[in-house]
């Protein structure tokens, strides 16, 4: 079983920064893909960032510039740097890897930008 805890989560102003951990934990044999989404309140969850297990990334046009992903392999653990926050970033935001031929989740951690 595998299991996925976000963390870093919180209240920041607008224009501040926060980071984001997701530690997976259970029977991993390998990563091939690290996902950070963010769901907001009435919207549809949507991708905000990716990374291959060969070092490839992606991001959202939205957070292109402000945000970084990034992962310590000997901790399991993929990041979500967020510098530069707009009140727009405000959002439930969860991780997800792809494993061992499957994808899992976490449960999410809040993250709320103020004015």
């Known amino acids: 079983q595998v299991q996925l805890v976000e963390s870093g989560g919180g209240l920041v102003q607008a224009g501040g920064s926060l980071r984001l951990s997701c530690a997976a934990s259970?029977?991993?044999?390998?990563?091939?893909?690290m996902y950070w989404y963010r769901q907001a309140p009435g919207k549809q969850r949507e991708s905000v960032a990716l990374?291959?297990?060969?070092?490839?990334?992606n991001y959202a046009d939205s957070v292109k510039g402000r945000f970084t992903i990034s992962r310590d392999n000997t901790k399991n653990t993929v990041y979500l740097q967020m510098n530069s926050l707009k009140v727009e970033d405000t959002a439930v935001y969860s991780c997800?890897?792809?494993?061992?031929?499957?994808?899992?989740w976490g449960k999410g951690t809040l993250v709320t930008v103020s004015s």
């Open positions: 990374l291959t297990s060969a070092g490839s990334t």
């Open positions: 259970g029977s991993i044999f390998s990563i091939n893909l």
């Open positions: 997800a890897i792809y494993a061992n031929g499957m994808t899992y």
